[in-house]
């Protein structure tokens, strides 16, 4: 595998555990750990966490290494609005085209979710609501807002203090 496409995987499996609060926040992610793990090199794993660092979803500790970034009430609350702000838009933009069938897909995620929770499996229950409000803002038919929402690393859960 090639070391750039190494740091991708990387950084595409530690991203979602962050995004789904698999990993919570303030925990030390260990570049020999995440190696090991992912069968990649240190320097891989270190791409991967400086793109994190610089998206916010890392931040750098004192002594070295990388942390989960924790969030505030205040976060939190920034998050919520901007989730609004892209979802009402997307909703606007696709609603006079969504289909029934898109309509039957959304109901299933929601489904999903819910067997999920019931059943204790949180992990399971994050990626299905991962899934959900990803496939709300594709239904605006507007790539674009859908990059910005994937980019934009809103976490979908938080850890209450």
């Not at 530690?14 to 992610?29: A, E, K, S, V, W």
Request: glycine share 6%; proline share 1%.
């Amino acid at each position: 595998m090639k070391h750039d496409s190494q740091a991708s995987v990387v950084y595409d499996e530690i991203r979602r555990q962050i995004l789904i609060t698999q990993l919570q926040p303030g925990i030390r992610l260990k570049e020999d750990a995440w190696a090991k793990r992912m069968k990649v090199s240190r320097v891989a794993v270190r791409e991967a966490l400086t793109r994190l660092l610089g998206e916010g979803l890392v931040t750098a500790g004192l002594r070295g290494g990388y942390f989960v970034t924790e969030m505030t009430v205040a976060d939190i609350k920034q998050i919520r609005e901007v989730r609004e702000i892209f979802e009402l838009a997307a909703l606007r933009l696709g609603i006079g085209n969504i289909s029934s069938h898109q309509i039957d897909e959304l109901l299933k995620i929601c489904d999903d979710f819910t067997m999920l929770v019931d059943k204790g499996y949180m992990a399971g229950a994050c990626e299905a609501d991962i899934q959900f409000h990803q496939k709300l803002v594709s239904l605006s038919g507007n790539t674009r807002l859908l990059k910005a929402y994937h980019y934009s690393h809103i976490p979908l859960f938080h850890w209450e203090n």
